[in-house]
């Protein structure tokens, strides 16, 4: 006899693939005209689905105890930023970190470095009883910009209409190259900590070694080698892959997916020695289309954003499911009242200003305006999360002797760091997620407002190279000759600005057609004909001597599909050095 098994396998995947269904049903809709990012959406349908909501996610069941959640969600934010960081360095043009070094550096260094100052100072000011040196590694974990979260300015149509293309690749290559770069703002306070927090009674060695393990192992052995293993190894897959594209070895699905393989076998390999795979697949990515080639001949394929869609979905679906939302209420480190003016603190001054001071000495920046979005714009995200279970399991080894209690100068920092952390992390998700759509609604209303309460006397036309044609549908004008169903239009005048590029013809010609972006193609005719299009075309005895067009035909096109003549060329410019 058949029997129900709601088992948690059953219930996880039916959520999963249900919830993808219902959002890719309307993502256009809600990424392309609301503005919305799918981390947010994610987000909040996680918690929905979470054991605050309806129980149906319950991922400390699953992991069985909270240790193996911790675990989990680390090595889960690691593959997807192994993923994401590789996908950004091949979205990069050819030689982009070398050409553009010097903005870069100022960000990646000075900026990078204020930020986790200026955080850690807010931190500690605002945050009762806290130590310094807690301060430093709380601000260290929210200090990277997050390549997740900047997806929603650097892809899709708001960045596509309002973004250049310059100031798009420099927040693509600081938000990647500084994921990895946190490990040493980082490391500099978990050191201290370790070996001067509690006075150097545990350890022995006192600010001297740790300042030489921060120099040895953090910089040496996780930042550089991470840098070479990714360089070499990005070397290397960029000329089997061409060696075996030339003698038609590899198939097109295997060629797709290559840049997906290399990025896990760089965040596996790199987690077996210790190194820093988050670098190392920005820079391994970056290098692997140095010549812009695997860039260009994958530039039109769906499966690198198809990949980066599912990631994103499912990595803030889990974030949401697993956060300790009862904690921002309930905690011991500060009361909820206070929590909110810390995130919006951090969130206007972690950047903002420094990017105000400095920007105009970073060529890619044009203007006071561009500087303002750029700097309100540096999202906390993954790294951030990422950053924060790297610190839970090193505060997991200072415990004396062994034992299962840590020590008495860190017995706070590991609910510190859960929850100012992960605060931080959901006010990003929110507040960036919000901006844009917020910013357009209140850029439209008060205009439809204005318009709406204006009366037609109120309305002055705009006059472009001195050209105004008044036209009025009133009822007064348009009662004898206007068909009764087209009666209902606004008795408001509507004024044509301008005139029509498109040359004259006869009234009876075909009309042409005129492609508009992002929409589909639509006929255009005479401007008589433009003029006079609400009208009927049975009764052309109404409009004189000019014929009404014939309807229109259309071609169908998705709205986010660019014309053909916008794409980029298929093939990389060579310079002189390889045709020699």
């Not at 692997?288 to 994103?312: A, C, E, G, H």
């Not at 014939?550 to 310079?575: C, N, S, T, V």
């Amino acid at each position: 006899m058949p029997t129900l098994s709601p088992t948690n396998f059953n219930i996880v995947v039916s959520v999963l693939g249900g919830w993808i269904s219902l959002f890719g049903l309307v993502s256009y809709l809600l990424k392309e005209n609301f503005y919305l990012s799918e981390a947010l959406i994610s987000l909040l349908a996680g918690l929905s689905f979470s054991p605050h909501a309806a129980n149906f996610v319950r991922p400390l069941e699953y992991a069985g105890s909270e240790e193996n959640l911790n675990a989990i969600t680390l090595y889960f934010t690691r593959l997807v930023l192994g993923v994401q960081l590789v996908l950004a360095g091949v979205q990069l043009p050819s030689r982009y970190l070398k050409e553009e070094w010097k903005p870069l550096a100022l960000l990646l260094g000075p900026i990078m470095t204020a930020m986790w100052v200026i955080t850690s100072l807010l931190i500690w000011a605002l945050v009762p009883n806290l130590p310094f040196l807690h301060a430093l590694t709380i601000g260290a974990c929210v200090t990277p910009t997050d390549p997740v979260l900047s997806n929603v300015i650097v892809k899709g149509r708001f960045a596509d209409h309002n973004v250049p293309k310059d100031l798009q690749k420099i927040i693509i290559a600081e938000s990647g190259a500084n994921d990895g770069l946190g490990y040493p703002f980082l490391f500099f306070a978990l050191y201290l900590i370790k070996y001067i927090g509690d006075g150097g009674v545990s350890e022995s060695g006192g600010a001297g070694l740790a300042i030489g393990l921060w120099f040895g192992e953090t910089w040496g052995y996780t930042i550089i080698l991470s840098v070479i293993y990714g360089a070499v190894l990005g070397w290397i897959a960029k000329e089997l892959l061409h060696f075996c594209e030339e003698r038609k070895f590899v198939d097109r699905e295997s060629f797709l997916v290559f840049a997906f393989s290399l990025a896990l076998f760089i965040t596996g390999t790199c987690g077996m020695i210790g190194s820093d795979d988050i670098l190392a697949c920005f820079i391994a990515g970056n290098v692997f289309t140095w010549d812009d080639w695997f860039r260009l001949q994958t530039l039109d394929d769906s499966l690198q954003p198809t990949i980066d869609m599912l990631l994103n979905v499912t990595i803030f679906m889990w974030y949401g499911a697993m956060c300790p939302w009862h904690s921002f209420v309930s905690n011991g480190v500060m009361p909820i009242y206070r929590l909110v003016p810390l995130g919006i603190l951090i969130l206007l001054f972690r950047r903002l200003p420094l990017i105000l001071a400095l920007y105009k000495k970073i060529p890619q920046i044009d203007g006071l305006r561009q500087a303002i979005f750029m700097g309100f714009f540096g999202p906390i995200g993954c790294s951030a999360i990422f950053y924060l279970y790297v610190t839970l399991e090193f505060i997991a080894t200072l415990n004396p002797n062994q034992g299962s209690a840590p020590r008495w100068d860190v017995a706070n920092l590991q609910e510190e760091v859960l929850v100012l952390v992960w605060f931080m992390v959901i006010c990003s998700v929110v507040v960036h997620g919000l901006s844009i759509p917020l910013g357009k609604f209140g850029f439209y209303l008060p205009r439809t407002i204005s318009r709406t309460l204006s009366a037609p006397e109120d309305l002055i036309a705009f006059q472009t190279n001195g050209r105004v044609v008044p036209w009025s549908r009133s009822r007064d004008e348009t009662a004898v000759n206007t068909p009764t169903d087209s009666r209902s239009m606004s008795a408001r005048p509507v004024f044509r600005i301008g005139g029509t590029v498109i040359p004259e013809r006869a009234p009876t010609a075909q009309p042409a057609t005129m492609p508009l972006s992002n929409a589909s193609e639509v006929a255009v005719g005479s401007r008589e004909d433009s003029e006079v299009s609400p009208i009927s075309p049975e009764e052309p005895e109404s409009l004189g001597s000019v014929a009404s067009p014939a309807p229109p035909g259309r071609i169908i096109r998705f709205p986010d599909e660019a014309p053909p003549d916008d794409k980029e060329p298929r093939e990389p410019k060579r310079d002189a050095a390889t045709e020699a």
